[in-house]
């Protein structure tokens, strides 16, 4: 517990009426990373929300560095980046319009720059000057994963990051994982397809389904 | 701050390559004032008498039209999510939208103002007043309806919804704007009825993105 930097005790989640995991628990130190994995519904993306702090928990704590995350949420805030099932991309404004402006609403400086960088890392440069609406869905998945490597942030929350994206695509981001982890970043993802995250802890969402009169499956958290 | 005014810039520019938005608001405006004549009939001296009254009121509805997309189309493809966790404060977000979204549908109403009241045969002595009215209402305006657009977020017929929440409350900016014109025209002072209104809008200045973002929080749980 002394040596993780993000943590939570007795994490449980409520949508609507239906308690969809108690008790979760789970320590992430520097560098390290987090699989959730889990039959569909059982709060995946919940988890990945709560952790964002879009959604409050109905019991249990987030610690950072053994502080409630809920003391101080700006903080925590400016250190998480997430990458949700919703790209955020404008049809009218181009991969760099839309990087750009998320830089700087960051607080970036020069945010032209960084927008340039990471869109050449995740090998969008030749797309830079194309409108939102002509980008395929695995495209749109890039631009908006490129978010990340804008401004460092210790914490990257990823939601299915891999859907749509074709092999070469998910060797890019694999690297791009792999460098932030090396720096002492921390990702949390959750997945259906395969993704490279070398010595990554799995969380069984299911082992936290608490266990009511009738076992429901198959809704989408 | 310089944040505060990316969002705002990047707003223009949606709105300025969407382009619907803003004509809509205004050529719903001129058709709405239109009409009158041709409802009550061509009597200058009747419509001289009634023009204060229906350019507000056609105003109010102007504005509340294009109100229902303040947040909703950032809401669906998830970046009022991103804005959210960005390090711009919710409240801020609100404001820097709000002001957008009366440069693009606001300001126009101001400039088509006189010509309608040129239309309509309102005295001369009241033009000032016109513009005086809407240039410290419709800012007002935008800023309630704000709340509205908020609490209506993700709701089914928003619209509709956001009429019912919103109109009441306009009530006195209309009180206010038609008063200042009838004053301004029958040779009393409308300075009363114009620092009523610019109390309103002080007051909704601060107070209106506090509720807004309230509401917003809500919406995106």
Known sequence: MSASQFAASG??????????????????SAGEALLLVGPNGSGKSSLLRLMALLLRPFRGDLLWQGEPVSEDPDAHRARLRYVGHLDG????????????????????????????????????????????????????????????????????????????????????????????????????????????????????????????????????A | MTRFWHLVTR???????????????????????????????????????????????????????????????????????????????????????????????????????PLLAVLLNMDRGGFGALLLTLALGTPALSLIGGIGAALTLGARRGGVLISLLILPLYIPVLIFGAGAIDAAITGLSPRPHLLILAALLAGALPLAPVASAAALRQALE
Request: hydrophobic letters at 50%; a negative charge.
């Open chain 1, 11 to 28: 994490l449980a989640c409520l949508r609507g009426e239906r308690l969809v995991f108690a008790g979760l628990e789970f320590a992430l």
């Open chain 1, 89 to 220: 991309i404008k049809p009218v404004l181009t991969c760099r319009e839309s990087l750009t402006f998320w830089a700087a609403l960051d607080g970036a400086p020069d945010p032209g720059r960084r927008a340039s960088a990471a869109l050449e890392r995740l090998g969008l440069e030749r797309l830079s000057e194309v409108p939102g609406r002509y980008l395929s869905a695995g495209q749109k998945r890039r631009l908006n994963l490129a978010r990340l490597l804008l401004l460092p942030a210790p914490l990257w929350l990823l939601d299915e990051p891999t859907n749509g994206l074709d092999a070469a695509a998910t060797g890019r981001l694999e690297a791009a994982l792999a460098g932030h982890r090396a720096g002492g970043g921390m990702v949390v993802a959750s997945t259906h397809t395969p993704l490279a995250l070398p010595g990554a802890a799995t969380l069984h969402l299911d082992d936290f389904t608490p266990e009511l009169h009738d076992h429901e499956h198959g809704e989408s």
């Open chain 2, 11 to 113: 707003d223009l520019r949606l709105a300025l390559r969407q382009g619907s938005d803003a004509t809509i608001a205004v050529m719903f405006f001129v058709l709405c004032v239109v009409l009158f004549p041709f409802g009550v009939g061509p009597e200058p001296n009747i419509l001289a008498r009634i023009a204060a009254g229906v350019i507000w009121v056609a105003a109010l509805l102007a504005s509340l039209l294009s109100l229902e997309r303040l947040f909703q189309t950032d809401h669906e493809d998830g970046s009022l999510e991103l804005m959210a966790l960005s390090g711009l404060p919710l409240e801020l977000v609100v404001l820097a939208k709000t002001v957008a979204h009366w440069l693009v549908t606001g300001l126009p109403l101001l400039v088509a103002a």
